[in-house]
């Protein structure tokens, strides 16, 4: 149940904001990771989330991915006089991408803690 | 004699003025950035007009690292197809809630129109049947009559929902608004103006619409089912037959090519108008009401369509008897039924949509 704010507006549930983005989720998340870090245009975002991820974004995947960001607010254009349009992560991205990581997170150490327990792998 | 300082030129020679034919004109197109600009015209114009300039860079690039990628030619295929759905408001993200709703009305309105096409040319084959004897089955008469109470209804949400459209292209037609809605009220008047003129023209030439004992008998007026014939005379399956296609009169032949067109062009009209007309937040929830109450009809025309199809009456001289065509014609309906679902499942998301649930929280960069 999303939390509710002292106006009685239901509050986003920021963990959840990436599970609407259905196969598109996983290409979201690599993206904002990759904005974290500044302002990238599609071929910057493409090289960095292949050195970091080792995961190549093909154009037209990467696209359909910034186009769903741009929609929900969670990044945005930076005007620039340049054909290659840079794209930021906003404030609202930087919340749902810190979420969205910290379930990660939590699963990645729960399966970890359980592979140790029971199979003795560290 | 001393030789002379300057020898003759050695026609040999290569000439240094000349240009040198290894290396690239500058006037030539870009090979790359061609196919780059090929790949582009995938998506949509609204897409292209967005994303496009940046886009094509990254596809340049990308082609320039990866000259031969199957992978990427394919991906940006399924890209195009999925943000030609999304244009056509059958999936993902619309630039707006309103534009959304607004195109998957009007694919709605696509979707309808060739549900009533196939579905009308059935319909007048019973009625008309009916105009001359009575239905041999239980079946076929329960399947004309829920056929005939569908089409009753499609009429009056037709009215209900082209009415609010009308009156908003007309008004701002008249103030003097968006250019962009006197071509497709044009298309869509032109088109009606053909249906309705060559239907009515055909329709009275018809010998079974009255002078024989079961006129009066009719299900519907013999008039209605007359036209209902004439203006669907083009879906037949005389075209799989050309010697007795022939045989028609040049008139008629004439009419069965015209006829699709012109409908074509008033679904196109009307479509147009639906994606160009910005109507008010609560009319276009009213819209889209509409466009669920037509999905229901249509289930129902089709169910008592498959009904009769299904029953098998005697034939193939029987009134009542259905073709190949009237099997093609339901596989038809029943797809554009899927689609029309489709369309008026995401009209409804978008409609249900008050706000982005994220955009209005301020957007401040880190």
Redo the contacts between chains.
């Keep these: 149940m999303p939390r509710k704010k002292a106006g009685g507006e239901p509050e986003p549930d920021h963990a959840k904001a990436l599970a609407g983005f259905g196969r598109y989720a996983g290409p979201a998340t690599l993206i904002l990771a990759s904005l974290a870090d500044g302002a990238k245009h599609g071929y910057a975002l493409t090289k960095d989330i292949e050195s970091f991820a080792g995961v190549r974004l093909a154009p037209g995947t990467l696209y359909e991915a910034l186009a769903r960001l741009q929609a929900q607010g969670l990044i945005e254009p930076v005007e620039s006089q340049d054909r290659r349009r840079p794209y930021r992560l906003t404030a609202v991205g930087a919340v749902t991408l810190q979420a969205h990581l910290d379930a990660q997170r939590r699963v990645a150490d729960i399966g970890l803690r359980r592979l140790a327990g029971n199979w003795g792998l560290t | 004699m001393n030789a002379p300082d300057t020898a003759a030129p050695d026609p040999a020679a290569p000439d240094p003025a000349a240009p040198d034919p290894a290396a690239p004109d500058p006037a030539a197109p870009d090979p790359i950035a061609q196919r780059a600009a090929r790949l582009l015209r995938w998506y949509p114009k609204a897409w292209r007009s967005r ?1 496009g ?7 340049i ?2 082609i320039d690292e990866r000259p031969r990628s199957r ?2 030619t394919a ?6 197809i ?2 030609r759905l999304a244009d056509a408001g059958l999936c ?2 619309a ?1 707006g809630a309103a534009a959304q709703v607004r195109a998957s009305l009007a694919s709605l309105t696509c979707c309808a129109a060739v549900f009533l096409g196939f579905g009308d040319a059935m319909w007048s084959q019973l009625t008309i049947g009916w105009q001359w004897s009575e239905p041999d089955s239980a079946a076929t008469t329960v399947a004309t009559v829920v056929m005939s109470g569908a089409m009753g209804v499609f009429a009056v949400l037709a009215l209900l929902a082209a009415l609010p459209v009308a009156c908003s292209v007309v008004s701002r037609m008249a103030r003097g608004g968006p250019r962009g809605l006197l071509g497709p009220a044009a298309l869509f008047l032109a088109g009606l103006a053909v249906v309705v003129v060559g239907g009515r023209h055909f329709g009275n030439g018809w010998p079974g619409t009255g002078g024989h004992p079961w006129a009066g008998q009719g299900l519907v007026p013999g008039g209605v089912a007359a036209f209902s014939w004439a203006s669907t005379l083009s879906v037949s399956s005389f075209w799989a037959h050309p010697a007795a296609l022939a045989a028609f009169p040049a008139a008629e032949l004439a009419w069965m090519a015209l006829s699709p067109l012109a409908a074509a062009c008033v679904v196109a009209g009307a479509a147009a108008a639906v994606r160009r007309t910005e109507l008010p937040p609560g009319v276009l929830r009213f819209e889209v009401r509409l466009g669920i109450a037509a999905c229901v009809t249509m289930a129902v025309f089709l169910g008592g369509c498959s009904a009769w199809i299904t029953s098998r009456p005697p034939g193939p001289g029987n009134l009542f008897h259905p073709g190949a065509i009237d099997v093609a014609g339901a596989v038809v309906m029943a797809a554009a039924l899927a689609v029309a679902q489709r369309a008026a499942r995401q009209a409804r998301a978008g409609g249900r949509r008050p706000r ?11």
């Design positions: 994303y300039e940046e886009f094509t860079e990254l596809l690039c990308d992978s990427r991906d940006v295929i399924r890209g195009g999925v943000a993902g993200c630039p982005r649930p994220y955009a209005a929280r301020p957007t401040g960069t880190i």
